[in-house]
C-alpha cells in the first residue's frame, strides 16, 4: 500500500505560480512512474504530466512549457512547478502511482490516489 498526500495548493492571481507536493509513504516510489491529474467541477479527471523511474517526462499539451513535474527519491516526494498560471487551470490536482509500469496519460493506468489539493486561479 502507497498513502499519498498532495499539498501546496492555494489561490493565485492568473500568471502566478504554486508548486505542489506528493509525499508518499507507505512504500517507497522510486520504482514507480508517477503522474498528476487534475479535475475541475463536473469534468473528467484529466491528465497533466507524468514522471517515469528514471525521471523522462511527459506533459499534456494545455500546460506544456508552463509546468514541470519532478521527483526526489530521496524524500519519496514528486513535485509540480506551475508557472504562468491561468484561470482554466482552476481544479483539484491528484497524484497517484502507475500501476501498468508504461508511461500512459490514462487515469486507468494510476492507482493509490492521494486527497487532491485545490488550486484556484483568479483572472
Known amino acids: 500500500q502507497v498513502q499519498l498526500v498532495e499539498s501546496g495548493g492555494g489561490l493565485v492571481q492568473a500568471g502566478g505560480s504554486l508548486r505542489l507536493s506528493c509525499a508518499a509513504s507507505g512504500r517507497t516510489i522510486s520504482n514507480y512512474a508517477m503522474g498528476w491529474f487534475r479535475q475541475a467541477p463536473v469534468k473528467e479527471r484529466d491528465f497533466v504530466a507524468s514522471i517515469s523511474r528514471t525521471a523522462s517526462t511527459s506533459y499534456a499539451d494545455s500546460v506544456k512549457g508552463r509546468f514541470t513535474i519532478s521527483r526526489d527519491n530521496a524524500k519519496n516526494t514528486v513535485y509540480l512547478q506551475m508557472n504562468s498560471l491561468k484561470p482554466e487551470d482552476t481544479a483539484v490536482y491528484y497524484c497517484?502511482?502507475?500501476?501498468?509500469?508504461?508511461?500512459?496519460?490514462?487515469?486507468?493506468?494510476?492507482?493509490?490516489w492521494g486527497q487532491g489539493t485545490q488550486v484556484t486561479v483568479s483572472s
Open positions: 497517484a502511482v502507475n500501476r501498468i509500469g508504461a508511461m500512459t496519460t490514462h487515469v486507468l493506468g494510476y492507482t493509490y
